[in-house]
Protein backbone atom coordinates (compact mmCIF):
# COMPACT_ATOMS: atom_id res chain seq x y z
CA UNK A 1 0.00 0.00 0.00
CA UNK A 2 3.22 2.47 0.62
CA UNK A 3 4.36 2.02 -2.53
CA UNK A 4 1.16 2.54 -4.07
CA UNK A 5 0.51 5.63 -1.99
CA UNK A 6 3.88 6.76 -3.09
CA UNK A 7 3.34 6.35 -6.78
CA UNK A 8 0.00 8.23 -6.64
CA UNK A 9 1.34 11.19 -5.10
CA UNK A 10 4.14 10.79 -7.50
CA UNK A 11 1.35 10.83 -10.93
CA UNK A 12 -0.59 13.37 -9.00
CA UNK A 13 2.28 15.60 -9.25
CA UNK A 14 3.36 14.95 -12.62
CA UNK A 15 0.44 15.79 -14.02
CA UNK A 16 0.16 18.84 -12.14
CA UNK A 17 3.44 19.91 -13.39
CA UNK A 18 2.39 19.07 -16.98
CA UNK A 19 -0.72 20.92 -17.24
CA UNK A 20 0.50 23.90 -15.67
CA UNK A 21 3.59 23.77 -18.07
CA UNK A 22 1.32 23.54 -20.64
CA UNK A 23 -0.99 26.63 -19.30
CA UNK A 24 2.36 28.24 -19.17
CA UNK A 25 3.43 27.96 -22.73
CA UNK A 26 -0.40 29.41 -23.85
CA UNK A 27 0.74 32.64 -21.35
CA UNK A 28 2.67 35.52 -23.47
CA UNK A 29 5.12 36.25 -21.87
CA UNK A 30 4.92 40.52 -21.70
CA UNK A 31 7.99 41.93 -21.13
CA UNK A 32 9.54 42.86 -25.10
CA UNK A 33 13.55 42.43 -22.77
CA UNK A 34 13.23 38.95 -22.07
CA UNK A 35 11.52 37.14 -25.59
CA UNK A 36 11.22 33.63 -24.88
CA UNK A 37 11.43 34.01 -21.40
CA UNK A 38 8.62 32.28 -18.90
CA UNK A 39 8.22 32.31 -15.21
CA UNK A 40 8.62 28.43 -14.85
CA UNK A 41 5.70 27.95 -12.55
CA UNK A 42 6.41 24.17 -13.21
CA UNK A 43 9.03 24.46 -11.23
CA UNK A 44 6.56 24.75 -7.91
CA UNK A 45 6.30 21.18 -8.61
CA UNK A 46 10.10 20.28 -8.49
CA UNK A 47 10.34 22.24 -5.16
CA UNK A 48 7.68 20.05 -3.91
CA UNK A 49 9.10 16.65 -5.53
CA UNK A 50 12.82 17.73 -3.76
CA UNK A 51 11.24 18.46 -0.29
CA UNK A 52 8.85 15.69 -0.37
CA UNK A 53 10.14 12.60 -1.60
CA UNK A 54 13.64 10.58 -2.11
CA UNK A 55 16.33 12.06 -4.99
CA UNK A 56 15.76 8.77 -7.41
CA UNK A 57 11.98 9.74 -7.45
CA UNK A 58 12.40 13.27 -7.72
CA UNK A 59 14.72 13.02 -11.05
CA UNK A 60 11.61 10.78 -12.62
CA UNK A 61 9.08 13.24 -11.86
CA UNK A 62 11.11 16.19 -13.27
CA UNK A 63 11.87 13.44 -16.60
CA UNK A 64 8.57 12.38 -16.07
CA UNK A 65 7.61 15.93 -16.46
CA UNK A 66 9.82 17.27 -19.33
CA UNK A 67 9.04 14.09 -21.61
CA UNK A 68 4.64 14.82 -21.14
CA UNK A 69 5.02 18.59 -21.76
CA UNK A 70 7.09 17.94 -24.80
CA UNK A 71 5.04 15.37 -25.77
CA UNK A 72 2.00 17.05 -25.61
CA UNK A 73 3.13 20.48 -26.81
CA UNK A 74 6.60 21.06 -27.49
CA UNK A 75 9.11 20.41 -29.93
CA UNK A 76 12.51 18.08 -30.06
CA UNK A 77 14.24 21.79 -29.08
CA UNK A 78 11.95 23.35 -26.73
CA UNK A 79 12.77 19.57 -24.64
CA UNK A 80 16.96 19.71 -24.67
CA UNK A 81 16.67 23.21 -23.40
CA UNK A 82 14.08 22.67 -21.30
CA UNK A 83 15.84 19.54 -19.96
CA UNK A 84 19.12 21.28 -19.98
CA UNK A 85 17.52 24.22 -17.40
CA UNK A 86 15.53 21.09 -15.85
CA UNK A 87 18.40 19.28 -14.63
CA UNK A 88 20.99 21.89 -13.88
CA UNK A 89 18.59 23.59 -11.67
CA UNK A 90 17.41 20.62 -9.80
CA UNK A 91 20.49 19.00 -9.17
CA UNK A 92 21.86 22.56 -8.09
CA UNK A 93 18.59 23.26 -5.73
CA UNK A 94 19.28 19.15 -4.26
CA UNK A 95 22.99 20.13 -3.51
CA UNK A 96 22.13 23.71 -1.65
CA UNK A 97 19.19 21.91 -0.36
CA UNK A 98 22.28 19.88 1.78
CA UNK A 99 23.28 22.87 3.41
CA UNK A 100 20.27 22.55 5.84
CA UNK A 101 16.98 24.69 6.80
CA UNK A 102 19.00 26.91 8.93
CA UNK A 103 21.56 27.69 6.24
CA UNK A 104 19.05 28.28 3.82
CA UNK A 105 14.91 28.31 2.72
CA UNK A 106 12.73 27.11 0.78
CA UNK A 107 12.59 30.40 -1.08
CA UNK A 108 16.53 30.69 -1.43
CA UNK A 109 16.98 27.11 -2.57
CA UNK A 110 13.75 28.43 -5.66
CA UNK A 111 15.55 31.39 -6.82
CA UNK A 112 18.59 29.62 -7.53
CA UNK A 113 16.95 27.22 -9.34
CA UNK A 114 15.16 30.04 -10.97
CA UNK A 115 18.97 31.47 -12.22
CA UNK A 116 20.34 27.69 -12.89
CA UNK A 117 17.41 27.16 -15.16
CA UNK A 118 18.58 30.46 -17.23
CA UNK A 119 22.28 29.39 -17.60
CA UNK A 120 21.67 25.54 -18.34
CA UNK A 121 19.06 27.08 -21.25
CA UNK A 122 21.54 29.74 -22.75
CA UNK A 123 24.66 27.13 -21.99
CA UNK A 124 22.64 24.92 -24.61
CA UNK A 125 22.03 27.68 -26.49
CA UNK A 126 25.98 28.67 -26.73
CA UNK A 127 27.02 25.46 -27.48
CA UNK A 128 24.40 25.16 -30.85
CA UNK A 129 24.94 28.75 -31.61
CA UNK A 130 28.69 28.14 -31.41
CA UNK A 131 29.03 31.45 -29.44
CA UNK A 132 29.19 32.78 -25.85
CA UNK A 133 27.23 35.71 -27.23
CA UNK A 134 24.43 34.20 -25.93
CA UNK A 135 25.57 34.28 -21.93
CA UNK A 136 25.00 38.35 -22.37
CA UNK A 137 21.47 37.69 -22.28
CA UNK A 138 21.96 35.98 -18.78
CA UNK A 139 21.91 39.38 -16.84
CA UNK A 140 18.18 39.88 -17.70
CA UNK A 141 17.30 36.30 -17.32
CA UNK A 142 18.42 36.13 -13.90
CA UNK A 143 16.73 38.86 -13.04
CA UNK A 144 13.32 37.35 -14.08
CA UNK A 145 14.64 33.68 -13.19
CA UNK A 146 15.60 34.64 -9.59
CA UNK A 147 12.28 36.81 -9.06
CA UNK A 148 9.91 34.14 -10.12
CA UNK A 149 11.82 31.65 -8.30
CA UNK A 150 11.40 33.68 -4.81
CA UNK A 151 7.55 34.07 -5.65
CA UNK A 152 7.37 29.94 -6.36
CA UNK A 153 9.29 29.27 -3.54
CA UNK A 154 6.81 31.39 -1.04
CA UNK A 155 4.10 28.99 -3.01
CA UNK A 156 5.83 25.71 -2.27
CA UNK A 157 6.36 27.16 1.29
CA UNK A 158 2.33 27.86 1.30
CA UNK A 159 1.73 24.09 0.15
CA UNK A 160 4.05 22.40 2.30
CA UNK A 161 2.71 24.39 5.60
CA UNK A 162 -1.02 23.66 4.37
CA UNK A 163 -1.66 20.77 2.31
CA UNK A 164 -1.54 17.67 4.58
CA UNK A 165 -0.92 15.38 1.74
CA UNK A 166 2.16 16.98 1.22
CA UNK A 167 3.12 17.73 4.78
CA UNK A 168 2.52 13.56 5.46
CA UNK A 169 5.21 13.19 2.53
CA UNK A 170 7.57 15.62 4.12
CA UNK A 171 7.62 14.50 7.31
CA UNK A 172 8.06 10.71 6.06
CA UNK A 173 11.17 12.27 4.08
CA UNK A 174 12.74 14.06 6.83
CA UNK A 175 13.08 10.37 8.16
CA UNK A 176 14.69 9.09 6.01
Partial sequence: MKKNKKLIYIALLVAQGVIIGLLENMIPFPFA????????LANLITIIALFTLPIK???LLVSLRL?????????????????????????GMLFIK?????????????????????????LVASLIARSWFVMLYLPVLSLIGILAGIAI???????MLHV???????AESEFK
Wanted: glycine share 16%; net charge positive; aromatic share 10%.
Fill in 153 to 159: GIAANYL
Fill in 67 to 91: ILTTLLGGTVSTFIYSAAGAFLSFF
Fill in 33 to 40: VAPGAKLG
Fill in 98 to 122: QLGPNKISTIGISALGGFLHNVGQL
Fill in 164 to 170: KTIQGFK
Fill in 57 to 59: NSI
